[in-house]
């Protein structure tokens, strides 16, 4: 790259984070009801409600990597996290970050320093798990992306970020513990007790 290409992607990526600050302000403002979360999807706002199955699944995730590196561990659920492409503010179900990761100085956590993420299937956001969110976490190097489906009951983990997508893709069906030892994760993800919808 020039040095005038990379000036104008900063400025690009400036005015798309600007963008989204006001977005997520506005929507801030609204009134969205409770068990909602709002993230915004190459610029349209999705709004989808927390289902019982939905949080059942995010939280044996969250505790499994709390028992694996401690209370502590740099992880969150439905907080937002600007990644590459048009005005992706995101809010994964959960996101895991480096130990060293720092919020920038208006607030806001880093693509950068997101290790693992895992979203869990909605009907009305499916697409956007398996399409453009997939695609933006490859472009953020994110090295390992797992979907898990409470419908298919079943998960794909993503590994290995190539450009805009993920070099492996593996299936794994409730039930059978999904095996991240080779990953930054380092952990045997049990899944036996994920519900279905």
């Not at 699944?57 to 740099?74: P, T």
């Not at 600007?82 to 503010?89: K, Q, S, T, V």
């Not at 993800?189 to 919808?197: H, M």
Request: aromatic share 10%; charged share 30%; hydrophobic share 35%.
């Amino acid at each position: 790259m020039t040095v005038l290409e990379d000036r104008i992607e900063m400025a690009d990526a400036d005015a798309n984070t600007e963008r989204l600050d006001e977005w997520f302000e506005r929507l801030e403002r609204m009134p969205v009801p409770e068990g909602f979360r709002v993230e915004i999807v190459g610029g349209n706002v999705h709004m989808t409600p927390q289902r019982n199955t939905h949080w059942q699944i995010i939280r044996r995730i969250l505790r499994a990597l709390e028992n694996r590196f401690g209370e502590d561990v740099m992880v969150f659920s439905d907080v937002r996290i600007d990644f590459p492409g048009h005005e992706n503010g995101f809010c994964p179900d959960i996101a895991m970050l480096k130990d060293s990761a720092k919020p920038d100085d208006k607030g806001h956590w880093r693509y950068e320093d997101v290790e693992f993420v895992a979203e869990v299937i909605s009907e009305g956001t499916a697409a956007n798990d398996y399409g453009p969110k997939k695609t933006a976490y490859a472009v953020a190097e994110v090295p390992v992306y797992v979907i898990a489906d409470p419908y298919q009951g079943r998960c794909y983990v993503h590994t290995d970020p190539k450009g805009s997508d993920y070099a492996t893709r593996t299936r794994v069906d409730f039930g059978t513990g999904i095996d991240l030892t080779g990953t930054v994760v380092d952990l045997i993800l049990k899944t036996d007790g994920f519900p279905r919808d």
